[in-house]
């Protein structure tokens, strides 16, 4: 241990920490911590990352783990170099500094679009790789939320640690295409974006395009508001409310999928039956918690096959523009994709009455042909009765001191940049397809989306956000003036910038009705010294 020498813990690496503690601690497993260092060892020129074990139950995952990665050997899983204890501090040491891979991604984020592919087309081929090698090795598909992803920064090498992320950071949901290329092997050496088109198939740029170079919002809407799942939507500004979205085409396969209640978040606590925590599935389907165990945010989420869904609009997406005359704001254009429904109960749980809360069943949210999306009358209720057969009302729920129910729903929305529009249609063009058409569509078997406006409609859509805008921007403008005046405007840099905005256009338009009367000047003596030359 006196040869390591640990430089700095890895940004980014471990946010999770204290939650994967306390879920080992609510299974009852040992609360070790698991941290990871940048290193190096005296005496050698190599960078080493080191992963320092400590606590209760640290010296036996120390001893699983070198079992495991002794008996792995492959480019794209981390290498054990050594191993080292003293005290209750077990290392095991890989060769290699590493950085997480959503850090090394970081300098992508404003790269033209061809070099962005072709970093997540390298990192498709690797991360394929070691997947095949450990499935082989171990037997049966690994799945995504069982591995850590690390970047080696100046080799342009994807390493895999096999245990479950701590960090966003080094998450990487991802299950790569098994038809991906096969030829790009390293991040530093991009070749021209020539090559990198050859490189890549047409269903093979669109998966990468629609996973990888996706944008999301999520947006809390009234849960009377008609919202369909599949469908595009005009949304002026990210954050937009719903309610000022224009619908202009909907996917006609929408197959909605439910991943039933969950306790907050769909990826964990999913809702089982658990004698331990009085949760019970009914006959009739409802769901039954004791009050003594309810949590204070239940979520029901709805969604479509995203990967299908968002390839087949990136696929005809070109075509659509064109059909409805749009060439500038295209990342304006979001396609709905999920919806999660939310009963909060408030912040504190505790001293309930006897009762219990009762969650309906999972086919009373709908979704018809059309991805209308329908919440049921009553999601959830307060009881008295094990059955549920007497509901409570909300007057004498809060009257027994039961937590008010509040509903809240959230719509997921995809949308991609202006220039990843252009570089897939440049893309359908160097590949022989037309990028106006629907070719790329049919030849990949996408359903072709069904357009729910004319260009009219959409367009007096456009022109009224546009007056709306532009009569906010001139109220603002002359409040602004008037608290200049008056000494009393905070100016914030939003409100100078949209001072400043208003001022430019008041400017431009005084120097255009200039420049006309100048125009005008100029006719009119022209006009009288040719009639006085006649």
């Known amino acids: 241990m006196g040869d390591l020498i640990l430089h700095h813990e890895i940004s980014g690496a471990s946010n999770w920490r204290s939650q994967s503690i ?11 911590a698991r941290r990871i260092y940048s290193a190096e060892i005296l005496g050698l020129q190599s960078p080493m990352t080191a992963r320092v074990i400590e606590g209760p139950g640290a010296e036996e995952e120390w001893k699983k783990e070198i079992t495991l990665y002794s008996s792995l050997r492959n480019p794209y899983v981390l290498q054990l170099y050594g191993i080292g204890h003293s005290g209750g501090v077990h290392v095991l040491v890989f060769h290699d500094n590493l950085v997480p891979w959503r ?4 300098q992508y984020a404003d790269q033209p679009h061809f070099s962005q592919v072709y970093f997540y087309a390298c990192l498709d081929t690797q991360l394929r790789g070691g997947r095949q090698y450990i499935s082989s090795i171990c037997g049966g598909q690994l799945s995504w939320n069982k591995y850590t992803v690390w970047i080696q920064p100046f080799k342009g090498v994807l390493h895999m640690e096999l245990k479950p992320p701590e960090s966003g950071a080094t998450l990487l949901r991802r299950i790569p295409d098994d038809h991906g290329p096969s030829s790009i092997s390293s991040f530093l050496t991009p070749p021209p974006t020539s090559m990198s088109i050859d490189s890549l198939s047409l269903d093979c740029h669109l998966s990468i395009c629609s ?23 005009h949304v002026p500004t990210t954050g937009s409310p719903l309610d ?10 929408v197959q909605p999928i439910s991943s039933g209640w969950c306790e907050e978040d769909p990826n964990v606590n999913r809702i089982k039956e658990d004698k331990d925590k009085d949760i019970s599935i009914l006959e009739n389907g409802w769901i039954r918690v004791n ?46 994709d999920r919806l999660r429904c939310f009963v909060n109960l408030g912040d504190s749980m505790e001293n309930l009455p006897t009762g219990y809360l009762f969650l309906c069943p ?44 509040h509903l809240e729903l959230k719509v997921h929305g995809t949308l991609w940049r202006d220039d990843d529009y252009i570089g897939i ?18 030849e990949l078997g996408y359903p072709i989306f069904e357009l729910t406006c004319t260009k009219e409609e959409l367009h007096a859509h456009l022109r009224a956000l546009r007056i709306k805008e532009d009569s906010k921007e001139d109220r603002f403008g002359d409040a602004a003036e008037n608290e200049v005046e008056e000494g009393t405007l905070p100016w914030s840099r939003s409100r100078m910038m949209k001072s400043w905005r208003f001022k430019m256009r008041s400017f431009q338009d005084q120097s255009t009705r200039t420049e006309k009367t100048s125009r005008q000047r100029k006719g009119f003596w022209w006009a009288l010294f040719k009639s006085k030359s006649r």
């Open 103 to 106: 850090k090394f991604q970081d």
């Open 211 to 233: 996973w990888y170079l996706s944008s999301f919002d999520w947006s809390t809407v009234p849960t009377n508001l008609p919202v369909h799942l599949g469908s595009i939507y």
């Open 425 to 442: 249609r440049q893309f359908h063009a160097v590949k022989g397809y037309d990028p106006d058409g629907l070719d790329v569509a049919r």
């Open 244 to 253: 000022l979205a224009f619908q202009m085409a909907f996917f006609p396969e």
């Open 291 to 336: 009050s003594s165990g309810v949590w204070n945010r239940y979520c029901h989420e709805t969604h479509i096959s995203w990967s299908r869904a968002r390839r087949g609009w990136l696929a005809q997406a070109t075509h659509i523009f064109g059909v409805l005359d749009i060439s500038s704001n295209l990342h304006q254009y979001v396609i709905c």
């Open 22 to 32: 306390v879920r080992r601690q609510n299974r009852g497993l040992p609360n070790y």
């Open 362 to 405: 999972t086919e009373g949210f709908t979704v018809d042909e059309r991805g209308h999306y329908t919440i049921p009358d009553c999601p959830a209720y307060w009881s008295l009765d094990p059955s549920g057969g007497v509901r409570l009302t909300a007057e004498e729920a809060n009257t027994l001191g039961f937590p008010e129910l």
